[in-house]
């Protein structure tokens, strides 16, 4: 059954593996016989050993998971129900493999590697399109389920070894992608040398280790690539777009040199620190956080600062605090002393005045502001006024509002954000009344790009109702935050529907849809027309469902469609690319509602904007769509 077992004396393996039974007192009832090791002169060991011996040597596969699901868990010992739950892992590695393997063949298939028309730019990177296929199958992001046929490919050919690893459960799934995330891009002798060197003791250390042992044998075994490794890392460089997460926030994260990355992080951390110096009250973090965005987006011209250069010097010893648990008493040692941790003391801030200060009386961006009446000579500063790091960025809200004839209207708003503390600007009908610069709040009209969209019910942004609001790029957001967002706002009308709360359209007859038309169908649509693709509406291309032009080579009697709201939808460049070339076919069922038709012939029903995906595939053609 297993190649590892433990042999006996004599040199024979054991014959099959006996998986041990157990009572309903959770006593082991199987008789494993003499031990090999008593035999062979050694110390004898206890049941529950000869039980973990057994149950550590059994391969997964059909015999393990029988015995898996036969098993009482609330009767076994908890050193036994150690050595269950990992041979449970082993099977997950075993499905794993299994799954790798199916993903390999799929990815093989002749539909899945289409003939790209070069009248559309150059083939997309990634020309096979199995991860598209599963990504709308198993709603998986999109990269993710492209990452997944990639490492299958991988260990289906070159990675061999590794995917036999995982098969016997020798590999977790987090490990088999470490191999071949490191190991995919390099040359194949260097590949197989460092996996050989790496694979026996590969199950002993934690996912950190192994990627660190990786890239030590790299290294190792081929040094002179290094220069080429690091240049090819070096191109991968970049800054994701914002993931949402609860609360209306939201995570971005990048990839820089090292070096440039700990120059980032060293100017972030002394702003935070100098606002603390100065007083202020947020955290690091919240200063660290205030103060990129700040710096990025550019709330302060360069004509109001810096007046002031900004020196720290150690502060006085804070005494330390003590460490306390989850639930948030206090730690302590075996003896009962209490636990501490090292609290960094706040610095002392010196500011030297730069220049005319009396035309300049504020900082740049990211540099701390003086505190009022601060002296103008070195000097060191004890105030509780602290640097405004949390400027806000302009914003472009779209604001749903009812017209009160039967028919909601959307009205779309260009606004400039008011200091946190400022009072919002009165409302009039139809209109916002424009907020008022003041250079002591430090806004100000930001940099290109430096906005935000949002569409939020005309009841609820004048508060008659609480009713949630789209954030584009993100997703709902309270109604709180969604006022604050809309005031100042230049504002768009676009008529709804008030029933169905969808946009109605108006037709056209030429190819490219005019500004008003683009902007009804975004708003309407709000994401990439592919199920599960997030891709904001404003980021993507508008897309004909039914071709405008006839197709080069196609049927020159087929139907073209029209540029009207029932026939264009938005679709990120890959999408267009997967309806155009890939095999994807794509109907537009009724304004705002998509069905998908991939290479495969699953067939998917999606309503963009509103997480409504349904897998139609078992379906009749003629059954009407569930939303």
């Known amino acids: 059954m297993a190649s590892d077992l433990q042999g006996h004396p004599d ?32 110390a004898p060991r206890t049941g529950e050993q000869r039980q973990v011996e057994v149950i550590r040597s059994c391969e997964p596969g059909p015999v ?27 099977m997950e590695s075993y499905q794993h493999a299994a799954t790798l393997d199916a993903i390999a063949v799929l990815a093989a298939r002749e539909e899945m590697s289409p003939d790209w028309s070069p009248l559309a730019g150059a083939p997309p990177t990634q020309a096979c399109v199995a991860g598209d296929e599963l990504a709308m199958r198993l709603g998986w992001p999109r990269v993710t389920a492209t990452k997944t046929v990639h490492r299958a490919l991988v260990l289906d050919g070159m990675l061999g070894a590794t995917r036999e690893a995982l098969e016997v ?77 609860p609360d209306g926030m939201a995570s971005m994260w990048l990839v820089l040199n090292a070096a440039d990355a700990l120059r980032v992080d060293g100017v972030l951390t002394h702003a935070a620190k100098t606002a603390k110096a100065l007083g202020d009250d947020r955290t690091l973090d919240q200063l660290r956080a205030d103060g990129l965005r700040d710096l990025v987006v550019g709330d302060v011209p360069e004509s109001d600062g810096p007046a002031f250069e900004v020196r720290l010097s150690p502060g006085l010893p804070v ?44 900082p740049r961006v990211g540099d701390p502001a003086p505190a009022r009446g601060a002296p103008r000579t070195p000097t060191e500063v004890p105030t509780d006024t602290g640097a405004e790091l949390g400027a806000g960025a302009s914003a472009d809200a779209r604001v749903s509002t009812d017209g009160g004839t039967g028919a909601g209207t959307t009205t779309n708003a260009t606004t400039r954000n008011p200091s946190s503390g400022a009072t919002p600007p009165a409302l009039t009908t139809g209109t916002v009344a424009p907020a008022t610069a003041r250079r002591s709040c430090l806004r100000c009209s930001g940099r290109p790009g430096a906005e935000v969209r949002i569409t939020i019910p005309a009841s609820t942004l004048l508060g008659l109702d609480d009713q949630p609001a789209h954030l584009d790029g993100h997703g709902p957001i309270d109604a709180v935050q969604a006022r604050a967002l809309a005031i100042g706002g230049v504002w768009r009308r676009v008529v709804t529907d008030p029933v169905t709360d969808r946009v109605l359209d108006v037709g056209r007859e030429r190819y490219r849809p005019p500004a008003a038309l683009a902007e009804l169908v975004r708003i309407r649509d709000k994401t ?22 006839p197709r080069p080579g196609g049927d020159p009697d087929a139907p073209l469609g029209g540029t009207d709201a029932d026939n264009l939808g938005p679709l990120c460049h890959r999408h267009h690319r997967l309806k155009t070339d890939g095999g994807f076919r794509l109907r537009q069922i009724e304004p705002g509602l998509f069905e998908w038709v991939t290479p495969t012939g699953h067939r998917y029903l999606t309503r963009p904007g509103t997480g409504q995906i349904y897998d139609a595939t078992a379906d009749p053609y003629d059954a009407p769509p569930p939303f």
Request: glycine share 6%; with cysteine.
């Open 64 to 90: 393990l998971e029988a015995w898996l699901r036969g098993l009482d868990l609330d009767v076994l010992s908890s050193k036994v129900l150690v050595e269950v739950i990992a041979a449970r892992t082993r």
């Open 528 to 549: 990439c027309a592919a199920p599960g693709c997030m891709v904001p509406a404003c980021a993507c291309e508008l897309d004909h469902t039914q071709e405008f032009h």
């Open 169 to 245: 459960g020798h590999l977790d799934a987090a490990k088999a992608e470490v191999l071949t995330e490191l190991l995919a891009d390099l040359p194949f002798q260097v590949a197989h040398a460092v996996e050989d060197a790496v694979l026996p003791d590969a199950h002993q250390c934690s996912v950190a280790q192994l990627r660190q042992r990786v890239a030590r044998e790299i290294r190792l075994v081929d040094p002179e690539g290094a220069a080429a490794r690091r240049e090819r890392a070096r191109c991968t460089r970049k800054v994701s777009h914002p993931r949402p997460q």
């Open 319 to 362: 005494p330390p605090e003590p460490r306390r648990s989850w639930n948030g008493a206090t730690m302590t040692d075996r003896d009962g002393e209490v636990l501490t941790r090292p609290v960094e003391p706040i610095p002392i801030a010196t500011l030297t005045p730069l220049g005319d200060t009396a035309t300049h009386p504020e």
């Open 11 to 42: 040199g024979d393996p054991v014959a099959a593996v006996v998986l041990p039974v157990y009572g309903a007192d959770g006593t082991c009832l199987t008789d494993f016989g003499p031990d090999p090791v008593v035999v062979a002169g050694g």
